[in-house]
């Protein structure tokens, strides 16, 4: 069953705290992204990656880091730096990432609260 | 800073009418543009995507583009009440590496 997997559905923070948020796709898609989606507002970009072992900061990178060790696998780290974290990410997905018409689709989302 | 614009709505019509949906894009290079529905509390799920001006239909969906004006809307033709959702508009830059999205229309079809 092919799909883009993000995990946990929830996740709660306390203040000061590292968060990795995970994404696994077996779509062999190349391209990989993070977006954040505030309430009643669109979709922000953080990161995105291309290639394994290359990635590029999005609008709202800082406060964030990831890596793209293997195709199938782009994690989010939500650092301490990132001050107003509370958010709905977002991961998704596409084939080549590189050419017009490359078609996002999207896991289920992880919703992280700061308590 | 290039952007999207959508109109936040709601967007209220009847069950059986034509719901229209528009999005106004900044970047004049865009070549590729997409909406996705979000239903609440979910992840957005494509619904069509157009790069050529003019009309391109999909079932009760019709996307039309006009580069020209800068503008891209969504048709959709007897409308339901699971129609009901916010509309993602989403631009896509001149690379094809990156998509910019609108904050969404929210739409509610009313039996």
């Known amino acids: 069953d092919g799909g883009i997997t993000q995990s946990p559905k929830y996740l709660f923070r306390k203040e000061g705290q590292n968060v990795t948020l995970s994404c696994e796709q077996n779509l062999n898609h190349d391209a990989m992204y993070w977006y954040r989606q505030d309430p009643g507002q669109g979709l922000r970009l953080i990161y995105y990656?291309?290639?394994?072992?290359?990635?590029q900061k999005g609008d709202i990178a800082e406060g964030y880091s990831v890596s793209r060790e293997k195709k199938e696998s782009f994690p989010l780290t939500v650092t301490s730096a990132q001050k107003n974290p509370t958010a709905f990410y977002l991961c998704?997905?596409?084939?080549?990432?590189?050419?017009?018409?490359?078609?996002?689709?999207f896991g289920p989302g992880t919703r992280l609260t700061v308590l | 800073q290039k952007e999207v614009e959508q109109n936040s709505g709601p967007l209220s019509v009847p069950e059986g009418a034509i719901a229209s949906l528009n999005c106004t894009y900044s970047?004049?290079?865009?070549?590729?543009f997409f909406w996705y529905r979000q239903y609440s509390g979910k992840s957005p799920e494509l619904i069509m995507f157009i790069y050529s001006n003019g009309d391109k239909e999909d079932g009760r969906f019709t996307a039309q583009l006009n580069k020209a004006s800068q503008y891209v809307s969504l048709l959709i033709r007897d409308s339901q009440p699971s129609d009901s959702a916010t509309y993602l508009c989403?631009?896509?830059?001149?690379?094809?590496?990156?998509?910019?999205f609108g904050g969404g229309t929210r739409l509610m079809v009313k039996p």
């Open positions: 990656s291309q290639i394994v072992n290359d990635f």
């Open positions: 970047d004049r290079g865009s070549q590729s």
């Open positions: 998704a997905s596409s084939y080549s990432g590189g050419s017009p018409t490359d078609t996002q689709y």
């Open positions: 989403a631009v896509e830059n001149n690379a094809g590496n990156m998509l910019t």
